[in-house]
């Protein structure tokens, strides 16, 4: 397999600009995550889903922020509209079971709102 | 609500040196715990994933030990070298298959 799949790497978009990332989990696995990385505030789950369901979307910011799983092998994460202080890595992560196994991450995608 | 806290936050060791990072987790109601690692402008890589039933977990020059009682898990790397140097992350799972992680802890090992 080859591994979880995030696109783009690289994002620059303008302030009020829709972006969407991607994310394909490995497969078989049936919990994804979503996680935003910054210096100030590390690692920060955003949403994460169980079989396409989203389970917990507590630490989604705002209502700028959503996200989908319309199948078991591709989810979204959408932010309309961007502002700079959207900036950051954001980080698909896929694991099978929950916590029975390990969480696998992707690459991330470097987002940057100007 | 799960806080997971990593000391020291910055780690600077001469090559050879073993060494212990810490985590710690305030709801001790966890499944499993994982350590990640994380190069510069990279993701993650699973280092070790410890089950709830597990007081550790070795792989090569790592063991972690987790302490399920007193909210504590320790990762020790034996023998430094300069490839360590990374972040290291802990994470604890909550049994809905939630992953909370700590602040991380910059490892630099000197040559």
């Known amino acids: 397999d080859a591994g979880v799949i995030q696109s783009p790497r690289h994002e620059v978009t303008e302030m009020g600009q829709e972006v969407t990332l991607r994310c394909k989990p490995i497969s078989g696995h049936d919990y994804l995550f979503?996680?935003?990385?910054?210096?100030?505030?590390?690692?920060?789950?955003?949403?994460?889903?169980?079989?396409?369901?989203?389970?917990?979307?507590?630490?989604?910011?705002?209502?700028?922020f959503s996200a989908k799983m319309p199948n078991a092998s591709f989810s979204t994460l959408k932010i309309q509209p961007s502002e700079p202080r959207d900036s950051a890595v954001y980080?698909?992560?896929?694991?099978?079971?929950?916590?029975?196994?390990?969480?696998?991450?992707?690459?991330?995608?470097?987002?940057?709102?100007? | 609500k799960q806080e997971v806290t990593q000391i020291p936050a910055a780690l600077s060791v001469p090559e050879g040196e073993n060494l212990v990072l810490n985590c710690s987790f305030t709801d001790s109601a966890i499944y499993n715990l994982q350590w990640f690692r994380q190069d510069p402008g990279k993701g993650l890589t699973s280092l070790l994933l410890i089950q709830s039933s597990q007081r550790e977990q070795t792989s090569g020059r790592l063991n972690a030990s987790l302490d399920k009682s007193s909210g504590r898990s320790t990762l020790y790397i034996a023998a430094s070298q300069p490839g360590d140097s990374a972040t290291y992350l802990c994470a604890v799972y909550d049994n809905t298959g939630k992953l909370i992680f700590g602040q991380g802890t910059t490892l630099q090992v000197k040559p």
């Open chain 1, 34 to 64: 979503w996680y935003r990385q910054t210096m100030m505030r590390g690692l920060e789950l955003l949403i994460y889903f169980n079989n396409n369901v989203p389970i917990d979307d507590s630490g989604m910011p705002e209502d700028r």
């Open chain 1, 91 to 114: 980080f698909c992560a896929s694991s099978f079971g929950g916590a029975v196994t390990e969480a696998f991450f992707g690459q991330g995608t470097r987002l940057t709102v100007v």
